[in-house]
Nanobody
Framework: EVQLVDSGGGLVQAGESLRLSCAAS????????IGWFRQAPGKEREGVSCFTSADRSTYYADSVKGRFTISSDGAKNTVYLQMNSLKPEDTAVYYCAAYVFNGDDYDFRPLGPNKYHYWGQGTQVTVSS
């Protein structure tokens, strides 16, 4: 059974940091993309960052570049999102998601949520001003 467990959210003040974790089970990190998405109340889910295991590429939304860093520990099947210099506008529920590459991936977009196969349950991040 595939499972993603995301954790690490909390309440912080602007300028502080948090590290989110996404622990995966039921599949290996051989050729997958692990993405982080967020959804604020009344807004659509948006892509924040993505890591692709085969080539170790990373992707970031413009709004988080220079502040967020995605990393992976393959031995633990875990992907992390280090979030620094947090802003109130970063407040949202953060979800990790996994896409398993299968050779028919022409329409996969690292920061687009629609094609991801598996999702975590979400972790709340609240940044106060």
């Amino acid at each position: 059974e595939v499972q993603l467990v995301d954790s690490g959210g909390g309440l912080v003040q602007a300028g502080e940091s948090l590290r989110l974790s996404c622990a995966a089970s039921g599949f290996t990190f051989d050729d997958v993309a692990i993405g982080w998405f967020r959804q604020a109340p009344g807004k659509e889910r948006e892509g924040v960052s993505c890591f692709t295991s085969a080539d170790r590429s990373t992707y970031y939304a413009d709004s988080v570049k220079g502040r967020f860093t995605i990393s992976s520990d393959g031995a633990k099947n875990t992907v992390y999102l280090q979030m620094n210099s947090l802003k109130p506008e970063d407040t949202a529920v953060y979800y990790c998601a996994a896409y398993v590459f299968n050779g028919d991936d022409y329409d996969f977009r690292p920061l687009g949520p629609n094609k991801y196969h598996y999702w975590g349950q979400g972790t709340q991040v609240t940044v106060s001003s």
